[in-house]
Structures are given as structure tokens and as C-alpha cells.
Antibody, heavy 120, light 107 residues
Framework: DVQLVESGGGLVQPGGSLRLSCAAS????????MNWVRQAPGKGLEWVSL????????YYADSVKGRFSISRDNARNSLSLQMNSLRAEDTAVYYC?????????????WGQGTAVTVSS | DIRLTQSPSFLSASVGARVTITCRAS??????LAWYQQKPGKAPKLLIY???TLQSGVPSRFSGSGSGTEFTLTISSLQPEDFTTYYC?????????FGQGTRLEIK
């Protein structure tokens, strides 16, 4: 079965750091672009970052640029998001999602999400 | 950045009804648009990609259309499990953005 499993969420103080991970199984991870999407409590979806299948291209939302860093390890079928200088407005459930040209770059596979709370 | 505006934001309808949700882009995005369904506490689920292609496994009562700046998601005959929230998303350029969501409620 296709699975994306996020981990690493938790409570962190403003200005702190957190590293999220996403473990993939059941599909050819190295063939898919990978994304992070977040959802603040009671709010809509916000795309955070994208890394191409080979790692050659990386993009960020303006709201996280310079603070967050996405990376992947195709040998270990894993995706990471390093989050630094965290702010209260970064509080959200963070989802990893896989996309490919086969579905027009739409996000066909999603994890269950991991919750991040930034508070003192 | 390309802004996506969904209308309506809230929609009340009955089981069996036909409903349409609109997504308008602030500039032309060809057919680089997808629709998602999200149930409370769950991850979004892909329904439609490239504006009108039904994702595998999604019931045929869901359909999408449009190109350029105006897109629609239609549910032809609402089922009880369809009453939840829907989002559009574009892939034309970066940053990728989502619409604000449409919450579909039972009348």
C-alpha cells in the first residue's frame, strides 16, 4: 500500500527549530516530486515547499523563505523539512504530499499530517 | 502570485441535488488546476486534475471544467459523504496556491 508517514511535530517556543520527516513506502519515491502543505487550525490549505524528484529544483512560499529548508534522500525514501526561526503563525498541521506529471503535478498522495505548535 | 477565489465560500444543499463550485484565477493558468476534497481531521483527497480529468477511484458524479481563469467543480447528485470542504489549487507557476475553500453543508 502507498504510505506517507510524517513525524517530528510538537510544541516549540517562538524562535525555535523543528525538523519534520516524511517516510514513503509502496511507490517509487524517486520518481515523484514532493511537497509540504500546511493547514493552520480552522483555516485553509497553504502550500509550503516543493522539491523535484531528483532534488534539482526547490521552491518555497514567501512566508517561509529563508527560514525553512526542504530536502530528500531518495535512497532512504524520505523527505525532510527543517524549520528555523519559528513563529506563532507557523502553527499548523503539516502534510507531505507527492506529485507527478501523471496527475498534472497535482498532489495525488498525502500523509496523515503532523501537528506543529509554536507557543511560549 | 496567482490568487484563486472560490465561490461560494459556503453552500447549503440537499442530498440528490446538483451543485457547482467556481474557482477564478487572478490571471490565466491554462488548465493547470486541481480540485480536492477534505473531510474534518483528514488529509485532502485529489478529485480532479488538469481541470477536468477525474482521478482514479473518484466517483463519476464529480466533474471539472474550465480553462484560463474560470473553472468549475460539479457534483451531479450529492451523496451524504459529499458534505465537506472543497479546495481548488493551481500549478501554473510558483508559488502554488489554493483557493480559500468551499464548505458544503446539508440543507
Amino acid at each position: 500500500d502507498v504510505q506517507l508517514v510524517e513525524s517530528g511535530g510538537g510544541l516549540v517556543q517562538p524562535g525555535g527549530s523543528l525538523r519534520l520527516s516524511c517516510a514513503a513506502s509502496g511507490f517509487t519515491f524517486s520518481s515523484y516530486n514532493m511537497n509540504w502543505v500546511r493547514q493552520a487550525p480552522g483555516k485553509g490549505l497553504e502550500w509550503v515547499s516543493l522539491i523535484f524528484s531528483s532534488g534539482s529544483n526547490i521552491y518555497y512560499a514567501d512566508s517561509v523563505k529563508g527560514r525553512f529548508s526542504i530536502s530528500r534522500d531518495n535512497a532512504r525514501n524520505s523527505l525532510s523539512l527543517q524549520m528555523n526561526s519559528l513563529r506563532a503563525e507557523d502553527t499548523a498541521v503539516y502534510y507531505c504530499a507527492a506529485s507527478s506529471r501523471a496527475t498534472g503535478d497535482a498532489f495525488a498522495m498525502w500523509g496523515q499530517g503532523t501537528a506543529v505548535t509554536v507557543s511560549s | 502570485d496567482i490568487r484563486l477565489t472560490q465561490s461560494p465560500s459556503f453552500l447549503s444543499a440537499s442530498v440528490g441535488a446538483r451543485v457547482t463550485i467556481t474557482c477564478r484565477a487572478s490571471q490565466g493558468i491554462s488548465n493547470y488546476l486541481a480540485w480536492y476534497q477534505q473531510k474534518p481531521g483528514k488529509a485532502p483527497k485529489l478529485l480532479i486534475y488538469t481541470a477536468s480529468t477525474l482521478q482514479s477511484g473518484v466517483p463519476s458524479r464529480f466533474s471539472g471544467s474550465g480553462s484560463g481563469t474560470e473553472f468549475t467543480l460539479t457534483i451531479s447528485s450529492l451523496q451524504p459523504e459529499d458534505f465537506t470542504t472543497y479546495y481548488c489549487q493551481h500549478f501554473h507557476s510558483y508559488p502554488i496556491t489554493f483557493g480559500q475553500g468551499t464548505r458544503l453543508e446539508i440543507k
